[in-house]
């Protein structure tokens, strides 16, 4: 979704840019999305992901929030450069744990250029790489995936149950009012997910759920956007939610969306005058002072869904790595006063401004 195409420019910034630089390619309305293909990447864009985000239980009960993402970076060097150093590629990955026993996000981090069997997002299907990082997807539409941070493991499997959920147009989705702001945009909610999470060289296995974030463009935020909040959540009936909001620097709404699809089917999509954001509770970080809405109300129309945290304190500073930071964590929801599944919010642009 609105993921972190500011993780990456930070990133191209710090690259030689050449006296022509290339274009990228734009999105377009009316252009189908296409599996397998569309699983694998888009290396003529400029940036897109693979974000994976759930709810994991030990066999003794105990409640784990988990993130994998997978970025790829198209730089704006020369790609008629023959040379195999040259960094025309990025890929970067995020992994997290959210463990109420520790009190706070254990997470970690990787970057490479794209090459050398090292590093690289493949083409026709979900294949990325990142030394010892992958995220894959087999023939029959199984999810693989295993990191090894500094202080936790993961090794998951995650299976389909419900098809794709394309967001916006038939996956074409709007992020503001000029044409320009726009991505391609599917999700895949309702995974199951198996495998263990390690820690300290224990593996213990674990089962849950999970929600998958498919996303690629070249240009797509105002240039007065602070910051974003989205969430996908998991809903026990087994429908899915899907809803962003794009914040100016005055703290307004500039853009805004929201997808429920229920369990048999049926999709309804909400226009941004329909689509609402409300801060009902703060935490401040006591490493980088932001204070971060971690219990938040989204009205979709008539609906009202309360958002609440696993834990609060689930920022990820990603500065070793791409110089920001932002909260993205486990959250149980309430529909109307009532408990209504699980899922996770990411906040962005409350350390600083995003600048693009």
């Not at 985000?53 to 023959?82: C, I, M, Y």
């Not at 074409?172 to 060289?201: D, I, M, N, T």
């Not at 801060?279 to 204070?291: D, Y």
Request: one cysteine or more; a neutral charge.
């Amino acid at each position: 979704m609105l993921k972190a195409l500011f993780f990456c420019l930070l990133l191209l910034l710090q690259a030689q840019a050449p006296a022509a630089p290339p274009t990228f390619a734009k999105v377009e309305p009316g252009v189908p999305l296409n599996f397998p293909r569309d699983h694998g990447a888009h290396p003529d864009y400029r940036t897109e992901w693979w974000y994976a985000t759930g709810w994991l239980s030990t066999p003794d009960g105990k409640p784990l929030g988990f993130q994998v993402t997978f970025f790829r970076a198209a730089t704006e060097h020369d790609r008629a450069n023959p040379s195999k150093f040259a960094p025309d590629q990025l890929i970067i990955a995020h992994a997290a744990l959210s463990d109420p026993a520790e009190g706070r996000l254990l997470h970690d981090q990787k970057a490479a250029r794209a090459g050398f069997g090292l590093a690289g997002a493949k083409t026709g299907d979900a294949d990325v790489t990142l030394e010892r990082w992958n995220f894959r997807r087999d023939a029959n539409g199984v999810y693989h995936t295993r990191v090894n941070g500094a202080d936790f493991a993961l090794d998951l499997t995650l299976t389909p149950t419900q098809p794709v959920m394309p967001q916006g147009d038939a996956g074409f989705s709007k992020k503001g009012p000029r044409p320009e702001q726009a991505s391609r945009y599917y999700s895949e909610p309702q995974l199951k997910v198996s495998g263990s999470v390690s820690r300290h060289g224990k593996p213990v296995a674990v089962t849950g759920s999970a929600w998958l974030d498919r996303e690629w463009s070249s240009s797509y935020l105002d240039p007065d956007a602070q910051g974003w909040d989205w969430t996908g959540v998991n809903l026990d009936d087994g429908s899915a939610l899907m809803a962003f909001q794009i914040r100016g620097k005055d703290g307004r709404k500039l853009w805004a969306y929201a997808t429920v699809r229920d369990a048999a089917g049926r999709v309804t999509h909400y226009t941004p005058d329909q689509v609402s954001f409300s801060p009902q509770r703060t935490w401040r970080s006591p490493r980088t002072n932001a204070s971060y809405p971690v219990q938040i109300e989204i009205r979709t129309g008539d609906i009202r869904w309360l958002l609440k945290p696993l834990q609060d304190d689930q920022e990820l500073d990603s500065r070793a790595s791409t110089g920001s930071v932002y909260w993205e964590g486990a959250v149980t929801v309430e529909r109307d006063g009532r408990r209504a599944g699980r899922g996770y919010l990411e906040l962005t642009g409350y350390v600083e401004a995003l600048k693009l």
